[in-house]
């Protein structure tokens, strides 16, 4: 049992079993395999790459640091004991390609962040991803995620696009997505969606798509510079909220009037709305 710092990055083929106590530990595993049982207060573990079992402190909030999708898929087991939920975070400035089969082993993980040292990377989520507990992913801070693929995730998400993220496409339940200053392309999927072109997008054009099975009401918000094109397929009703006009604003043209729903659209000064239905 220990607290503090414990490094065992040395250990690249001996089993090693660390216990911590009631003090904040942080760990840093070997490639070797690691039982890894944290006490009561939240623990920091850096994945070494090995077939590690983890169990989480009984308050929860832990982190569980991995290199890219090679280590963290590379784990045993992923526990969550608290009643926080813990985060997986990607470190390493090459995430590779994040796909739902590496959260096999993972259990009450709430958040899948990726550090501002992620240069490269993309990531697929679906039902391992979704029974492993994850409604957030934040990518916010990476200048290298540039695709998140949560079309067969069936939990309602919490996506957060970062500068190099290009491509966002929801999954099947409610979904609150927000991109930065990046020319895009985002597909809500399914459920009651919110798109938020953040404050600091000012320049960049989107592309945000509803599909025909998306028959739910939608609300795109801030509208800056560039020409955003919306898609709406089926019986969506659209709802946005439009930011104060900047220069280059380009008025709504065309097919406002094709829509299914036309009583329920308060139309942007910044967007090119049609239906998928007439175009």
């Known amino acids: 049992s ?7 990055s040395g250990y690249a083929n001996q089993f090693v079993t660390i216990t911590t106590g009631k003090t904040a530990a942080s760990v840093t595993a070997g490639t070797g395999t690691q039982i890894i049982i944290a006490g009561s207060a939240a623990i920091t573990v850096n994945g070494g790459g090995g077939a590690d079992s983890i169990t989480g402190s009984t308050a929860g909030g832990d ?17 969550n004991s608290g009643a926080m939920l813990d985060t997986v975070s990607v470190i390493g400035a090459a995430a590779g390609s994040i796909v739902d089969t590496d959260f096999l082993h993972y259990t009450g993980i709430g958040i899948l962040s990726f550090a501002s040292t992620v240069t490269s990377g993309s990531v697929t989520l679906g039902n391992y991803a979704a029974t492993a507990g994850i409604t957030t992913v934040d990518a916010s801070l990476s200048s290298g995620i540039t695709t998140i693929d949560a079309t067969n995730d069936t939990d309602s998400l919490t996506i957060l ?28 999927g399914g459920g009651l969606d919110t798109i938020n ?7 960049n054009a989107d592309t945000i798509i509803f599909g ?13 510079g560039g020409v955003d094109f919306i898609e709406l397929g089926g019986s ?5 909220s ?31 709305i049609f239906d998928t239905a007439t175009h």
């Open 2 to 8: 220990t607290t503090g710092s414990v490094d065992v």
């Open 63 to 79: 982190v569980f640091q991995f290199a890219d999708h090679t280590a963290l898929a590379s784990v045993a087991k992923v526990a």
């Open 161 to 188: 696009g970062g500068i190099g993220t290009t491509s966002i496409h929801g999954g099947t339940d409610a979904d609150i997505i927000t991109v930065k200053d990046v020319a895009a392309t985002i597909n809500g």
């Open 197 to 203: 072109l953040s404050a600091t997008h000012t320049t």
């Open 212 to 224: 025909t099975t998306d028959e739910n009401a939608i609300t795109v918000t801030n509208f800056y």
């Open 236 to 240: 969506n009703a659209l709802t946005t």
């Open 242 to 272: 439009e930011a104060p006009v900047s220069s280059g604003a380009v008025a709504v043209s065309g097919a406002k009037a094709a829509l299914t729903t036309t009583s329920d659209v308060t139309a942007p000064t910044h967007a090119v």
